[in-house]
Structure formats: structure tokens, C-alpha cells
């Protein structure tokens, strides 16, 4: 069984442009989260996707996108970058029922803004 | 707001010792308490967690203390080792599509 992957590892980025972050949930989790965990901070949620549908969110603009496929991968889009949004970017997977509030997070996907 | 205030934001133990760190929160919603272990550059790695309805949760060598009444909880992570030494995080979480709230974080040194 394999766990949470993310692509890429690092990313670098100018203020302004849009950048498209990946994660491959573990097998058999059909619900995606995604955070932002700035440097020395713990992480924020931004939002939770479930079948395919964003259920839940937290208190990040609308620039902050996300996308949920049948297979349970995710994608996080983020438009208009800024440089505050310079942070490592992290995915967590969830089972179904059951366990469903228990998290396990990816290695994250460290983005630079300059 | 912050809704979870963890402490302290550093601690240094001696190999062998106990360490403790201490979590507070807020929102009586919460329902799901977790602790994770981060190491530099990796992603945070699910330790243990409790419910409100147990007041003391062990796994091998950590414990979760939990008291409803007070709105705390804390982790001990007993016979330190060298290999511990890492940033731990407290969170909770309500019920639904509700994310994890987490605290700030303990960045924990254990001396050999």
C-alpha cells in the first residue's frame, strides 16, 4: 500500500502567476485536504474535497482552487500568487467511514514566490 | 483567533527523561484530537489521537492525557530518545468537513 504522494518537491514561482499542485491519495481515501504550512507555523487548512466536490473550507480566497478525480487524485491551483503564499503545501488523505477524521499527510510541496 | 494554543514552543530533555507538551483549546466542537510528529523537510506523521470520551490514550511510549472540563490535553512521550527530537504538533477537529485546527507547534531537543 502505497501512501500520499505530491508533485513537485519544490517549485519556484514570480508574483502573479498561477501554479498547479498534484497529490496521489493512499489507496482506498476518498477525501482529500489540502494545507499551507508557512515556515515555523503549523499547517492551515485551505479546503476539503469529497467525492469529487469541495465540502469544506477554510479562510483562504477564492484564488485558491482545488479539483477532485475519480480516481481520488487532487489538484491545488492558486492564481495570482503572492508573495505571502510562499509555504510548504501539504495534502492529507482520508479512509471512508470509520476513520474518516484520522489525516496522513503527504511530504508537501515547497513553493517559493519571489 | 487562535484556537488552539499549544506549549511550550521549545523544550530540551535529557535521554531517557519525560517530555511533556500541553494543548488548549477553545471550541467546544471539537470532537477529534490528534498529535503529530514533523521532521524537517517531511510532511507531519500521525502519532496518536483521543476522543473526549477517554481520558488517557497509550501507545507504546506515548500517552495522550485528556481533560474535557479544563479543555486541555497533553502528550508524554516517555524514555526520550535522540531519535524523538523533532517539532510536534497538537490538533483537534470538529465534526463534518471541518479541517484540523492546529496549534503552533514544539520543537523538541533530546540530549544524548
Known amino acids: 500500500e502505497t501512501g500520499v504522494t505530491q508533485s513537485p518537491t519544490h517549485l519556484i514561482k514570480t508574483r502573479g502567476q498561477q501554479v498547479t499542485l498534484r497529490c496521489s491519495s493512499q489507496?482506498?481515501?476518498?477525501?482529500v485536504s489540502w494545507y499551507q504550512q508557512a515556515l515555523g507555523q503549523g499547517p492551515q487548512f485551505i479546503f476539503q474535497?469529497?467525492?469529487?466536490?469541495?465540502?469544506g473550507r477554510g479562510n483562504f480566497p477564492p484564488r485558491f482552487s482545488g479539483l477532485q478525480f475519480p480516481n481520488y487524485s487532487s489538484e491545488l491551483n492558486v492564481n495570482a500568487l503572492e508573495l505571502d503564499d510562499s509555504a510548504l503545501y501539504l495534502c492529507?488523505?482520508?479512509?471512508?467511514?470509520?476513520?474518516?477524521?484520522?489525516?496522513?499527510f503527504g511530504p508537501g510541496t515547497r513553493l517559493t514566490v519571489l | 483567533q487562535q484556537q488552539v494554543k499549544q506549549s511550550p514552543q521549545s523544550l530540551i530533555v535529557q535521554k531517557g527523561g519525560i517530555s511533556i507538551i500541553n494543548c488548549a483549546y477553545e471550541?467546544?466542537?471539537?470532537?477529534?484530537f490528534p498529535w503529530y510528529q514533523q521532521f524537517p523537510g517531511k510532511g507531519p506523521a500521525l502519532l496518536i489521537a483521543?476522543?473526549?470520551?477517554?481520558s488517557e490514550k497509550k501507545e507504546g511510549r506515548f500517552t495522550i492525557s485528556f481533560n474535557k472540563s479544563a479543555k486541555q490535553f497533553s502528550l508524554h512521550i516517555m524514555d526520550s530518545q535522540p531519535g524523538d527530537s523533532a517539532t510536534y504538533f497538537c490538533?483537534?477537529?470538529?465534526?463534518?468537513?471541518?479541517?484540523?485546527?492546529f496549534g503552533k507547534g514544539t520543537h523538541l531537543i533530546i540530549q544524548p
Open positions: 492529507a488523505s482520508s479512509p471512508t467511514s470509520g476513520m474518516a477524521d484520522t489525516q496522513y
Open positions: 471550541n467546544t466542537a471539537f470532537d477529534y
Open positions: 474535497y469529497y467525492r469529487e466536490e469541495e465540502n
Open positions: 489507496s482506498g481515501h476518498n477525501t
Open positions: 483521543i476522543r473526549p470520551d477517554v
Open positions: 490538533a483537534a477537529k470538529g465534526g463534518g468537513a471541518d479541517g484540523l485546527t
